[in-house]
């Protein structure tokens, strides 16, 4: 496909996504089959004109001037300087010439630094109280796409030889950061999940924060460990990776289609993964050592990765989720034994789910108390990421 084929097809997938409550992901998955004669190349070039719109929505709209999703590929591309009269040209299969109003929007547009601070960092205005004290510079990076990361797993592997099979994939990759066994993919991002390195098992997909979170929760050899809040289980197969093969591990989700990922990943990664239900928990009270706790959250520090979430948040929705974590909190700490260790983590950049949740509290007759904690924020590096831990004193 053309350059300007391309960014009229972007348009058109994010229209439908304007007009419906579906995901963007299943708006181009349903695109994709209505267009087969687009190549991989045309697919990836496409998400990226999608999904960099919908980070920039706001800040996109008020260098076009306009809010459809015309509007919203145009200020994207402004904002990147992009040859919009070459793509906007009117050629056929491409988008409509420029108006006259585009035309001046382009050689013209707006200065971004003076929009108001919500549309110059793409945020909905009400997170402002959330975000004091926060970089802005920082909060800018959420605006832009995020790297993608590796976790070498030391079950099967050590990080020479899965470099060495990465780049016989063709996907070189450089040391990550925060984590000993991150790497973070340098070029052939899109080969990863077809690659022998990753269908091998030697590396899992993972950002580096996520991977210090785990870290953080100094699981040992032999230790046993509930993952309580274990999603598709990323940080279950960095745990078990920790434990290296010895001690029980458990991963628990109120979701059951999440949990079901976690099997196949398992096996893949040649880890030893028991799933629980939720009447399997009704036996394990007082039997963990490590109960991991990655809560439902706002995910404002990964909404570079998810974008729709930022604009899919309100702030009943918050409130809601600041209670339902503090409520996890106390169920998560039935489980673990005397001295065993709670770690709460989110991938927020909010303080009221991070410090500023109640993390000290009564509990029947025992007492959870704070000992450790850590933040990463620098989006430089990695996802905005959360950890303490918690102990029953």
Not at 60 to 73: H, N, P, Q, V
Not at 216 to 225: A, I, L, N
Request: include cysteine; aromatic fraction near 6%; hydrophobic fraction near 40%.
């Amino acid at each position: 496909m053309r350059p300007d084929a391309r960014v009229q097809a972007a348009i058109d997938v994010l229209a439908q996504w304007l007009a419906t409550d579906q995901p963007a992901e299943r708006v181009f998955a349903d695109w994709g089959r209505a267009n087969r004669y687009a190549g991989s190349g045309d697919r990836r070039a496409i998400a990226d004109l999608v999904y960099d719109a919908i980070r920039k929505k706001r800040s996109a709209a008020w260098l076009s001037g306009s809010e459809d999703a015309r509007g919203l590929i145009l200020g994207s591309l402004i904002d990147i300087g992009a040859d919009v009269e070459a793509l906007f040209s009117g050629n056929r299969h491409g988008p409509e010439a420029l108006s006259q109003l585009e035309r001046n929007a382009v050689v013209l547009p707006p200065p971004l630094a003076e929009a108001p601070w919500g549309v110059r960092l793409d945020l909905p205005d009400w997170v402002a109280p959330d975000c004091e004290g926060l970089d802005q510079g920082n909060l800018n990076l959420l605006r832009s796409r995020a790297p993608l990361d590796l976790r070498v797993n030391r079950l099967k592997t050590d990080p020479e030889t899965a470099i060495a099979q990465l780049i016989e994939d063709q996907i070189t990759v450089e040391p990550g950061p925060l984590a000993p066994d991150c790497l973070r993919v340098t070029s052939g991002a899109h080969r990863v999940q077809r690659s022998q390195a990753y269908l091998g098992g030697l590396v899992e997909i993972q950002d580096a924060a996520s991977q210090a979170g785990a870290v953080f929760s100094r699981v040992k050899p032999g230790e046993d460990v509930l993952d309580f809040c274990a999603g598709g289980g990323g940080k279950t197969l960095a745990l078990a990776a920790m434990q290296q093969g010895r001690g029980r591990l458990e991963a628990y989700d109120i979701s059951a289609a999440r949990l079901a990922q976690i099997p196949a990943r398992a096996d893949r990664a040649g880890a030893q993964v028991t799933l629980l239900t939720e009447a399997d928990l009704t036996t394990r009270a007082g039997g963990f050592d490590v109960v991991f706790l990655d809560a439902p959250c706002s995910g404002s520090g990964a909404w570079r990765r998810t974008p729709e979430a930022k604009w899919n948040l309100s702030p009943a929705r918050l409130d809601e989720l600041v209670q339902l974590q503090h409520r996890i909190i106390l169920r998560a700490a039935e489980f673990l034994r005397p001295k065993g260790r709670l770690i709460y983590a989110t991938c927020s950049l909010f303080r009221r789910e991070n410090n500023g949740q109640t993390l000290t509290t009564d509990h029947e007759k025992n007492k959870l108390v704070r000992r450790l904690c850590q933040s990463w924020t620098d989006l430089q590096l990695g996802d905005g990421f959360y950890a303490v831990e918690l102990a029953l004193k």
